[in-house]
C-alpha cells in the first residue's frame, strides 16, 4: 500500500470520476518495477515511461485509483502536474 498519497490523489481515489482517465507519478519500493509495471496494466493503466529514482509515469483509469493505491510495489503516488514544478518546466 502506497505510504504516501498526494490529496489530490486520495480525493480522486475516494470520488473518481466514471470514464476518466489521470496521468500520475507512482513511486515504487527498489527493485519492483517489473511487478508494479504488470499489475498497472492489469488495473486498465499504461505504463508511459520509467523514470529516475524509482518512478514510473502512468496514465490510469480514475475508478481504479483505490486499487492502484493498495498495491504494495508502489510507495508513493502523486500527480503529474505537481512533478512539472520539480522538473523545471
Not at 505504463?47 to 490510469?60: A, G, R, T, W
Request: hydrophobic share 40%; proline share 4%; aromatic share 2%.
Amino acid at each position: 500500500m502506497a505510504r504516501f498519497v498526494q490529496s489530490e490523489v486520495a480525493e480522486r481515489r475516494d470520488n473518481p470520476a466514471k470514464g476518466e482517465t489521470v496521468t500520475l507519478v507512482v513511486g515504487l519500493i527498489s527493485g519492483h518495477a517489473s511487478t508494479a509495471k504488470q499489475r498497472v496494466r492489469e488495473l486498465g493503466g499504461k505504463v508511459d515511461e520509467e523514470l529516475p529514482f524509482d518512478s514510473l509515469l502512468v496514465e490510469m483509469p480514475e475508478d481504479k485509483l483505490p486499487e492502484l493505491c493498495s498495491i504494495s510495489e508502489i510507495e508513493s503516488v502523486e500527480l503529474d502536474e505537481s512533478m512539472e514544478i520539480l522538473a523545471g518546466n
